[in-house]
């Protein structure tokens, strides 16, 4: 079945250090990527997202390029803030045994951006 | 973005009794409601599928006996954990998306059960 792995947390960076949070899948088809993130007593929010190989998801100076060729869609930032601090989830989209789309995530990833 | 709410934010309850967790969508319709189950440093396991007027579809491994869902109309579907037990305790987040677009998350219930 389809699965999602992205590195372990938490990751504590200093402000304006750059970011990269690591994300491999393996799926049946071409699924479509996503980052989500979840800031704390939040719900999650959807961060970014690609549909097909190659395409490059960015959103408030994050970036994720989905990488058929590895199965990646690492995450980075050039210059983290303090602000930028939550938890993150890689995930994609599959199809659910009731229809419609079923995001299947990974463990997510915590950061904490320290002054 | 899309606005989904979760009621309650957390319940304390004791072992054998039965709590509900409302998932609600609150600017737009919900065709399809999902519920998940998230375990401290674990990912989110999706449980059930549901849509608007027909019943839930589960997810391989989770008994539709003892979590029941209710999706009775377009802004609201209802989770209940019949007969609850210590190791129901979990975080249960449920998403909510109009057609086959973006599911938009609620801030999630935490659930004790004593």
């Given at each position: 079945?389809?699965?999602v792995?992205q590195?372990?947390?938490?990751?504590?960076?200093?402000?304006?250090?750059?970011?990269?949070?690591?994300c491999?899948y393996?799926?049946?088809?071409?699924p479509s990527l996503f980052w989500y993130v979840?800031?704390?007593?939040?719900?999650l929010q959807l961060l970014l997202k690609a549909t097909?190989?190659?395409d490059?998801g960015?959103n408030?100076?994050f970036?994720a390029?989905y990488?058929?060729?590895?199965?990646?869609f690492?995450l980075?930032?050039?210059?983290?803030?303090?602000?930028?601090?939550?938890?993150y989830f890689c995930a994609l989209s599959g199809?659910?045994?009731?229809?419609?789309n079923k995001l299947t995530f990974g463990?997510?990833?915590?950061?904490?951006?320290?002054? | 973005?899309?606005?989904?709410?979760?009621?309650?934010?957390?319940?304390?309850?004791?072992?054998?009794?039965?709590?509900?967790?409302?998932?609600?969508?609150?600017?737009?319709?919900?065709?399809?409601?999902?519920?998940?189950?998230?375990?401290?440093?674990?990912?989110l396991?999706?449980?059930?599928?549901?849509?608007?007027?027909?019943?839930?579809?589960?997810?391989?491994?989770?008994?539709?006996?003892?979590?029941?869902?209710?999706?009775?109309?377009?802004?609201?579907?209802?989770?209940?954990?019949?007969?609850?037990?210590?190791?129901?305790?979990?975080?249960?987040?449920?998403s909510?998306?109009?057609?086959?677009?973006e599911q938009?998350f609620?801030?999630?219930?935490?659930?004790?059960?004593?």
């Open positions: 079945g389809d699965s792995t590195m372990e947390g938490p990751v504590t960076l200093s402000e304006e250090a750059f970011l990269t949070i690591n491999t393996t799926a049946t088809g071409y979840q800031y704390p007593g939040e719900g097909k190989a190659d490059k960015s408030k100076g970036e390029t990488r058929k060729e590895t199965t990646s690492h980075e930032k050039g210059s983290v803030q303090v602000s930028d601090s939550a938890v199809q659910s045994t009731g229809g419609g463990t997510g990833t915590q950061l904490k951006v320290e002054l | 973005g899309a606005v989904v709410s979760q009621h309650p934010s957390w319940v304390i309850c004791k072992s054998g009794t039965s709590v509900k967790i409302e998932c609600r969508s609150l600017d737009f319709q919900a065709t399809t409601m999902f519920w998940y189950r998230q375990f401290p440093k674990q990912s396991m999706l449980m059930a599928t549901s849509n608007e007027g027909s019943k839930a579809t589960y997810e391989q491994g989770v008994e539709k006996d003892k979590f029941l869902i209710n999706h009775a109309s377009l802004t609201l579907s209802t989770l209940t954990v019949t007969s609850a037990h210590p190791e129901d305790s979990s975080f249960y987040i449920c909510a998306a109009s057609g086959g677009n938009f609620g801030p999630g219930t935490r659930l004790t059960v004593l």
